[in-house]
Every structure is written in structure tokens, then in C-alpha cells.
């Protein structure tokens, strides 16, 4: 943004020691000192990208960021770009407000509850529901979700994704966590106005069963309260095609 580089050296290696215990204070705590640190950074740096921001880190919203004029000042005087071009050129596989068809808190139907990864962010970790969080529980996040206009499923860098060699099988049909590759395929969802989720390549739906147990797994069809999901944030609905 302010002219300088990044090189990528595809064989270097980096390293983090981390030490037993930090050599300064948290007045504030440590989780609400981070908070304020990603806000100063967040107001300095994203312009109108920072919505998005707080939509997913509610709690930062509320931080008092402190005197910021200086590091406004030095963005100023470098001449920097804006945070929407280097979106545009350096990240444009970056979900943004601008990419996405909804997003928020995607609530169950008939259950009530929310997909939520739990926590969870490694590959194929599974995805599950659970009571749906305020905005000023840390914990929300895990259940703040994008719906791209590549039909993609998102928390953070993974995707919502489900292989289903054989639709018809009476096999449990997991739905888990993966890397997002942006080709469609096990990780491209419908949307439908019934408020069903639809896996494109099985065309079967994601499903809610015993709200005791907190699995979610695709089957199909059946237009059944447990099939049923709404998003918080809708921005608009696409003409889909299978």
C-alpha cells in the first residue's frame, strides 16, 4: 500500500520461540490488549473494510483504540493506496462484503442453534452446531460464516466441505472443515429460498438431526425444519446453476 514489497522465498524456513511468560503487563487483560491493538490497526488501515472486521471480532468494536492521529498522519505523508486496491491487486481471492452473498450467524430452523466449528480450524475437522453466542462472547466467532459468490461456505481460511462418492448409499454423510481452493466441487453450496443448504455435486442437504449431539451431516431433501438455515447478514441471492 505504501510502495514497499514482499518476497516470497519458497525455500526459507521461519521459526517462533515463544517465551514462558511475557516481560510487560496486561492492564486490561490480555485478550481485550489484543482486542485494542487489532482495532488501532483496523482503524489506521482497512477504511471501509473494517465492518467486516468487527463482524467477526465484535468485541474490538467497543475498544477504546486511544490517540491514532499520528499513525493516520504517517499513512498520509507515505502516500499509501487504499486497503480496496490492494485487495484488488495483491489479495483478490479474499472474501469481501463485495465477494459475498450473506454472512453472520447461520441459525438452524427447527433446532435454533448455530453451525459452529467449535473452535476448530484444522483439515477435515468436523463441523458441528451449538446454542447461538451474543456478539460479546469471544467464543462467536467460531460461528460467523461467509457464503461467497463462488457458492463457498467460509470460516476464516476453511470451508464447509462434504465427499460424497455415493449420494444414494445409507452412509453417514459427514460435512467437515477444509482448506478453501476456490474450485467448486465438494466445497460449492446452494442457497436456496426454501432456506435449504445444498451440497452442489450430491444435491443432497445439510441437516440437523439430534440437537443432543452436535453433528451436522448431509441427507436428503425434505424440506424438514432440521433442513433449514438462515444467515443474519443476506446481501443478495444469485440465479444458481448446478
Not at 201 to 222: H, M, N, V, Y
Request: overall charge positive.
Amino acid at each position: 500500500m505504501c510502495g514497499g514489497k514482499l518476497l516470497s522465498l519458497p525455500c526459507s524456513r521461519v521459526g517462533h520461540i515463544f517465551r514462558d511468560k511475557a516481560p510487560y503487563s496486561f492492564p486490561a487483560g490480555q485478550l481485550m490488549t489484543l482486542y485494542k491493538n487489532y482495532a488501532r490497526a483496523v482503524e489506521v488501515w482497512l477504511d471501509e473494510h473494517k465492518e467486516l472486521f468487527y463482524r467477526f471480532v465484535p468485541l474490538a468494536k467497543d475498544v477504546d483504540v486511544g490517540d491514532i492521529s499520528s499513525r493516520a498522519k504517517l499513512r498520509k505523508n507515505l502516500k499509501c493506496k487504499s486497503f480496496n486496491w490492494y485487495l484488488e491487486n495483491l489479495l483478490p481471492m479474499l472474501p469481501t462484503e463485495k465477494r459475498l452473498l450473506a454472512s453472520g450467524q447461520l441459525i438452524n430452523g427447527a433446532t435454533k442453534q448455530c453451525v459452529d466449528t467449535l473452535g476448530r480450524r484444522k483439515e477435515n475437522d468436523t463441523v458441528s452446531h451449538y446454542r447461538c453466542l451474543p456478539r460479546r462472547e469471544s467464543a462467536y466467532t467460531s460461528q460467523v460464516w461467509m457464503y461467497s459468490k463462488k457458492y463457498e461456505i467460509i470460516s476464516l481460511e476453511n470451508c464447509l466441505d462434504a465427499n460424497v462418492p455415493d449420494p444414494t448409499s445409507k452412509q453417514w454423510k459427514r460435512v467437515a472443515l477444509y482448506p478453501c481452493h476456490g474450485l467448486g466441487g465438494n466445497q460449492k453450496w446452494y442457497y436456496s429460498p426454501t432456506q435449504q443448504i445444498i451440497h452442489s455435486e450430491s444435491q443432497l442437504c445439510l441437516t440437523i438431526g439430534d440437537p443432543r449431539k452436535p453433528k451436522l451431516f448431509l441427507s436428503a431433501c425434505d424440506g424438514s425444519g432440521n433442513q433449514a438455515f438462515t444467515f443474519t447478514n443476506i446481501y443478495q441471492l444469485d440465479d444458481f446453476e448446478f
